[in-house]
C-alpha cells in the first residue's frame, strides 16, 4: 500500500532504523515495493520551475505503525538497498 497525507496521520515520521535517521520531506511511502520518496533539502525545483523534483530510496522492508489508531503515524525502514 503506498501511504501519503490523504492516507496517514501527519505529521507522520518515517525512520531509517538501521541508519538511525529520520527521513526529511518525505511526499509518500510504498510498502509493498519500499519505496520512499522524498523532497530534496533544500527543495529543487525542475528546468521551468513549474514542478518540485524528487527522489527515491529503496529499502528491503517497511513496516507502517499505527500507534493504535486507524492510520500510520511512523514508519519504519529496514535494509536500505544501494541505488
Known amino acids: 500500500m503506498k501511504y501519503g497525507p490523504g492516507n496517514c496521520d501527519v505529521p507522520a515520521h518515517v525512520y531509517d532504523v538501521d541508519q538511525v535517521e ?3 520531506k518525505v511526499v509518500s511511502v ?3 515495493t519500499g519505496v520512499v520518496e522524498c523532497h ?3 527543495i529543487q525545483l525542475n528546468h521551468d520551475g513549474s ?3 524528487s527522489f527515491e530510496t529503496r529499502f528491503r522492508t517497511i513496516y507502517p505503525i499505527t500507534g493504535g489508531g486507524q492510520r500510520p503515524t511512523l514508519f519504519h525502514c529496514y535494509g536500505r538497498l544501494p541505488q
Open 22 to 24: 529520520m527521513l526529511k
Open 30 to 32: 510504498d510498502v509493498e
Open 40 to 42: 530534496h533539502d533544500p
Open 51 to 53: 514542478e518540485v523534483l
